[in-house]
């Protein structure tokens, strides 16, 4: 699908504004909003290393700064095969995708996998959890 080989192009090429000095490790996140915005982000470490941010909170936070919480598709590459989101992350996804957001992890535009949130989170906690 180009729609997808074209935000994987995107992803891959924005590894390189990556901050990881530490793991030398680059992740990048491509999101593609319900709208049609596309927001990208970068894993940024930190010497201390709890307040790093994954490149798909990165990419996400963006976006919802921006008021778009509605997402179409979370591309996801990284410098290992398969780089697939965190725990925290795919937390952080549950939180704002729906069961027709495509998350895809990407090694190149020939070499992808899509995914939806229940798959890669099942039993995910979510606001459905919380009693009123």
Known sequence: MKEIENLIDIAIANKKNSYSPYSNFRVSCVVKTK???????????NAAY?????AERSAMSTA?????????Y???????????PCGVCRQFIKEFADN??????????????????DELLPHGFSSKDLKN
Request: hydrophobic share 35%; with cysteine; net charge negative.
């Open 35 to 45: 709208t049609g915005a596309i927001y990208k982000g970068v894993n940024i470490e």
């Open 50 to 54: 709890s307040p790093c941010l994954c």
């Open 64 to 72: 919802i700064s921006e008021g778009e919480k509605d997402f179409a």
């Open 74 to 84: 979370i591309v996801i590459t990284g410098d290992s095969q398969d780089t697939f």
């Open 100 to 117: 027709e957001t495509k998350i895809v992890i990407a090694n190149s535009v020939e070499d992808y996998k899509i995914f939806t949130i």
